[in-house]
Nanobody, 118 residues
Framework: EVQLVESGGELVQPGGSLRLSCAASGFTFSSYGMYWVRQAPGKGLEWVSTIRSGGGTTYYADSVKGRFTISRDNAKNTVYLQMNSLKPEDTAVYYC???????????WGKGTLVTISS
């Protein structure tokens, strides 16, 4: 089965940190770039970050730049999102997404809920 499974979402206070994980299976993980995308309650999808297949190039939305770090461990078929200095506006369902080439997001996980609240 080809799938992405996110984990690590939970309730955390503003200013706190959290690391999300995404476990990939059913495909050659190291051949694909990966994305994190989020959806805040009642809002649309927002691209958060991208990491290329080799892990050497990363991109971030301005809203998270300097606070979030995307990384991957191809040996473990896992991509991570380290989130620091969390803000209430970071509250969202976070999705791990596979890049199918030419910006095509061809495989999505079910998401993990991150809630930032005091």
């Amino acid at each position: 089965e080809v799938q992405l499974v996110e984990s690590g979402g939970e309730l955390v206070q503003p200013g706190g940190s959290l690391r999300l994980s995404c476990a990939a299976s059913g495909f050659t993980f190291s051949s694909y770039g990966m994305y994190w995308v989020r959806q805040a309650p009642g809002k649309g999808l927002e691209w958060v970050s991208t990491i290329r297949s080799g892990g050497g190039t990363t991109y971030y939305a301005d809203s998270v730049k300097g606070r979030f770090t995307i990384s991957r461990d191809n040996a473990k078929n896992t991509v991570y999102l380290q989130m620091n200095s969390l803000k209430p506006e970071d509250t969202a369902v976070y999705y791990c997404v596979r890049g199918g080439g030419a910006y095509n997001m061809d495989l999505w996980g079910k998401g993990t809920l991150v809630t930032i609240s005091s």
